[in-house]
């Protein structure tokens, strides 16, 4: 594990702790820690704006997995987004940053800048591709300069995704050329929820897509694209495969794979739901009453999928899913340029809840296998994908002993 030492005292500190997701990641540290005890365990810390919060965020945690000890033993760190000084200070105590702020849009440039400029990892969980994808044209070659890591979207958007789709390449022996994932969220009687922050970065990511269209003029132009027949999944899982898979091509010489991902919409009625509430939610978010609107009233205008309280802990616990990998490529010895396809792989990737059990196991393993396996990463620094970043590391079997499990469906 990299060293915590007295310049970085801690090996990981959580900003945003007392936020909604923050909180889960707070109480998933402090048992990954409490399984390393002794002189190599894991140190960490706590950091926000107001230390009240924290030290009650660090009281319900000690209360849920009876750690007493996190009262007293875990370090806070006042820290603003707001305020570059507070940033430096935080970033300057650590060697990975755990960035729960979102929206990203809004507050996750500075963290990433203080990051870089401080000489601190960086990990986040965001699923807004303008902002990841502006931050590796505008960050990476800084980023790789100071030998500082930022890695984004590692939770749920898109570790299951992005390393699914590794999995799905190395489990199929020959050239795999195509990928369709469908995800499938399965729920209880009390139905599944998320959190309002989670809606207002889709409100303002579709507000602002013009832009996200602009930004990508600036990429050199790279087709992955294949025709979509099918809903297709709305979040940054096809940016973010895209990329890895682009710069797998560049970097390891290895076939890039073409990826489209859908998502399950349930019956008739939930399909005509869907259409309407995503018509609706379009022409609102064009406008900045439509926009305050949606993210006044959430519930609302969410159908219930989001709410300014989150979802409740039996909602989480009754909640789980599935992310299925049909692809299709050429057998071993096959000359791609004599015909199509002639085999065919079906993998799946499962899990708990997916925003705030898997979102946060993926977080904190990709820290630990930052910690542990730095020399694993690619080059010396940069602005990466999960893939790009831990393709030639053990995070996929790091999952699998969480509550991510990847497997082989079929393969003919």
């Known amino acids: 594990m990299a060293a915590a030492t007295s310049d970085r005292p801690y090996h990981i500190i959580i900003f945003g702790a007392t936020g909604f997701t923050g909180q889960f990641v707070v109480e998933e540290v402090a048992r990954c820690a409490a399984e390393t005890p002794g002189d190599s365990s894991l140190k960490w810390a706590v950091a926000g704006r107001s230390r009240q919060r924290l030290e009650a965020v660090l009281e319900k945690a000690a209360g849920r997995l009876s750690m007493p000890e996190l009262r007293t033993d875990t370090e806070i760190i006042v820290a603003d987004v707001s305020i570059e000084e507070s940033l430096a200070i935080m970033c300057q105590q650590g060697v990975v940053i755990l960035n729960c702020v979102g929206p990203y849009r809004f507050y996750g440039e500075p963290v990433v800048k203080a990051c870089i400029e401080n000489g601190a ?23 790789l300069d100071r030998g500082v890591y930022v890695i984004g979207s590692c939770g749920f958007d898109s570790i299951p995704a992005d390393l699914g789709i590794l ?18 969220i399965s729920s209880g009687p009390e139905g599944s929820s998320g959190h309002d922050a989670t809606w207002q970065s889709a409100v303002y990511g579709f507000a602002d897509s013009g832009s996200l269209r602009q930004l990508r ?27 890895t898979q682009r710069f797998l091509y560049e970097e390891e010489h290895q076939s890039p794979v073409q990826y489209s991902a859908y998502v399950g919409v349930g019956g008739l009625f939930s399909i005509a739901k869907f259409f309407c509430g995503g018509l609706l939610f379009w022409v609102m978010v064009k406008f900045s009453l439509g926009r305050k609107l949606l993210t006044m009233f959430p519930s609302f205008f969410s159908f219930g999928l989001f709410s300014k309280a989150g979802p409740t802990m039996k909602q989480i616990e009754d909640t789980c899913f599935s992310l299925t990998f049909f692809g299709e490529g050429y057998s071993e010895g096959t000359d791609p340029s004599q015909g199509p396809p002639n085999a065919k792989i079906c993998t799946q990737v499962v899990g708990a809840e997916p925003g705030y059990v898997a979102t946060v196991s993926a977080m904190v393993q990709a820290a630990v296998t930052m910690l542990n396996e730095l020399h694993s990463l690619p080059r010396r620094g940069g602005v990466y994908t999960p893939g790009a970043a831990f393709y030639k590391t053990s995070l996929i079997d790091r999952l699998q002993n969480r ?10």
């Open 167 to 184: 999995y799905t390449q190395r489990q199929f022996k020959g050239t795999l050329t195509a990928v369709e994932s469908f995800l499938k």
């Open 121 to 143: 990892h960086y990990v986040d969980i965001c699923g807004e591709p303008q902002f990841l994808e502006r931050m590796q044209l505008e960050y990476h070659t800084n980023a």
């Open 403 to 412: 509550s991510i499990k990847f497997s082989v469906r079929n393969y003919q």
């Open 217 to 243: 003029k600036k990429f050199d132009n790279y087709c992955l694209e294949i025709e979509q027949y099918a809903i297709p999944f709305m979040g940054s899982d096809p940016s973010v495969v895209k990329r």
